[in-house]
């Protein structure tokens, strides 16, 4: 057995190394910089309790972006070095962070061990490469990112350490190999187990769903489908899922081998970014080559995010997760005893409270961020839950789960296709949404994002929405200088939430105008980006009358978005006159 040693190297603090919620994102360059990840690394291990990490199964994996492999390395010989027990690792550093949470709580090793943690190694959807951005983060034993206690503890160690532990003679772990490597250190035995990215993750995903009955829809000639997964790492789940289990053509999958820059894209599954299987599925603006597929569907590099489309038809994220809910207990074997409860971000629409009013069930509104679920979750009181950038998921894991999404699709296609497999016409995406709209109302939605603005202006804009929420004349009186169409503003605040289940107070969750006639304007900042500022606005308008629910959403909102854009001075803050992006 090959033998380590444990050095003890001395180092000193980096700044801003505060972990948000999805963990610490930084350019790969200042990844690179020596010591940096080592401290990072440190910092966790020295805030986890003692049994987390002595004697522990630890996982380490991710999106396979540029410098995963050499940061695998790394978190092997410092763990080995703070006396881990083992390590697991997915098939080439490989694992998405749904299949990460999976394996937490779902794998069990050859001698019954059980990870109590995870190191996940992504920035999920934003870019990869030399230049470009690498994430980390710790999950804990429930499979869901470390609460802001241990988040800060992190923090404040990153800014007080002095030296890390590390078996610097342990050799370079073939992570392309599966099989255990085993070694011997001052502590006692130290394994590495490579296994199989995918098995856990597709074991769990058929207890949930009936495989059977969506193998038929995807055999049927008429339903055609497409997956695309950004050259994330969704790619070898929708392999091993939509071809191996489910009989998908392989040809129906695209981008669907993992690449450390995304193949130089941007792996956010949106109508922006997502740009190949927008154009084949009929919504591109050079228009379609050749008939568009029924079903579209595509991942982030991480793939817990997901955007469903039909053919020529656009699948809202919040009306997603509203019409999974809606069909969920009939379609979907694991919901059969019913929904706990349902719940979504604050920013995403209200089309959810309508099909948990309706249906009777338990309704939360969270702050953004999946942690906020996660709690809900543990609690037993949430079985789905979304929001409005792209995030669907469920109890049986505690991240929003890309692959899901897409199989809770399947199933609802499936179960309303039973017994027209081999009629004429089968009910499609927009069947579904448009009767959806008709039993419940639409809620018209959109996002306008303004990416990397000067932080400065962006701070100043958000301070002067509060600052005019305090006299809702004033804010009437410039709508009927825009707009005079559009109802007046009733309330104005800045979201706050306090957890049901451990009474905790989230303040400043963003900035909410709402209307005497159910419409809504949000602004917030956003969380996840790694340069300057980005703001997003949120535009929402319900319309119940079914008459006039089939409007094109941009055409139907643009009041609304003239009026967001004049109360927020937009262009007076930041100079731009037009979106980066629009969801
Ligand atoms: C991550 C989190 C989501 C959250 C999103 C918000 O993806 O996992 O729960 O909705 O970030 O991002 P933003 O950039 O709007 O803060
Ligand atoms: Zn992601």
């Known amino acids: ?57 630890i996982v380490v994996s991710g999106d396979g972006r540029y410098f995963s492999k050499d940061a695998i390395q790394v978190i092997i010989k410092m763990a080995a070095a703070n006396g881990v027990r083992r390590i697991w690792v997915g098939q080439n550093g490989l694992l998405s962070t749904p299949a990460v949470s999976a394996v937490i709580r779902e794998r069990v090793g050859a001698d019954g061990s059980k990870a109590t943690g995870a190191f996940i190694l992504t920035a999920s959807h934003n870019p990869g490469g030399p230049h470009e951005d690498f994430g980390i983060k710790y999950n804990m034993e429930n499979g869901g990112p470390a609460p802001e206690a241990i988040t800060d503890k992190i923090f404040a160690n990153t800014k007080i350490i002095k030296e890390y532990l590390i078996a610097e003679d342990l050799p370079d772990v073939d992570i ?152 969920a207990v009939q379609a979907i074997p694991y919901f059969t005893s019913g929904l706990k409860g349902v719940a979504r971000s604050m920013p995403t629409s209200a089309a959810l409270d309508i099909v948990a009013k309706n249906l009777n069930l338990k309704f939360f509104e969270v702050p953004t961020g999946w942690k906020f ?127 049901p289940v451990d009474d905790s107070i989230s303040k400043h969750q963003g900035i909410r105008y709402l209307f005497e006639d159910g419409s809504r304007l949000v602004f917030r900042l956003s969380g996840t980006g790694s340069e300057g500022a980005t703001i997003r606005v949120y535009i929402e308008q319900y319309e119940k009358d079914p008459m006039k629910t089939g409007r094109d959403s941009q055409e139907a909102l643009a009041p609304l978005v003239g009026v967001a854009l004049k109360l927020s001075k937009m262009q007076e803050f930041t100079g731009r006159s037009a979106p980066t992006v629009i969801t």
């Open 176 to 327: 392309s190999v599966l099989g255990v490597s085993s070694f011997g250190g001052p502590e006692g035995p130290f394994d590495v187990e490579v296994f199989d990215s995918t098995s856990d993750y597709v074991t769990l995903m058929k207890t949930i769903f009936d495989f059977k009955s969506i193998q038929k829809l995807l055999a049927c000639p008429k339903f055609t489908f497409c997956y695309d997964a950004l050259h994330g790492v969704a790619g070898i789940y929708a392999k091993h899922i939509f071809v191996e289990e489910l009989g998908a053509n392989e040809s129906s999958l695209i981008n669907c081998t993992p690449k450390e820059d995304f193949g130089g894209g941007h792996p956010d599954p949106n109508l922006t970014y997502a740009k190949e299987l927008v154009a084949r599925m009929g919504l591109g603006k050079s228009g379609p080559q050749g008939e568009p597929p029924e079903f579209g569907a595509a991942a982030d590099g991480d793939a817990d995010r997901n955007m469903i489309l039909g053919k020529r038809f656009f699948v809202t994220p919040s009306d997603s997760v509203a019409i999974i809910a809606a069909n």
């Open 1 to 57: 057995m090959v033998m380590f040693t444990v050095t003890r190297k001395e180092t000193s603090p980096f700044e801003g190394q505060k972990p948000g919620t999805s963990g610490l994102r930084k350019k790969v360059t200042l990844f690179k910089q020596p010591n940096y990840l080592h401290n990072f690394v440190q910092s966790t291990f020295d805030a986890l309790s003692a049994g987390k990490v002595t004697g522990a199964t």
């Open 373 to 499: 679920f996660g709690n809900l979750m543990d609690a037993g009181l949430c079985s789905i839950c979304g929001e409005e950038s792209f995030g669907t998921g469920s109890d049986h894991i505690r991240e929003k789960d890309g692959i899901w999404a897409v199989l809770a699709w399947l199933s609802i296609l499936a179960y309303r296709n039973k017994d027209k497999l081999d009629g004429e016409k089968l009910v499609m995406v927009e069947d579904i949404v448009l009767q959806h709209w008709a039993t419940y109302g639409r809620h018209y939605y959109t996002r306008y994002d303004y990416e990397n603005v000067d932080a400065g202006a962006a701070k100043e804009l958000m301070e002067h929405l509060v600052n005019l929420q305090s006299s809702l004349p004033d804010v009437n009186k410039i709508i009927r200088e825009v707009r005079p169409n559009v109802s007046n503003v009733v309330q104005a605040d800045e979201f706050e939430y306090k957890d």
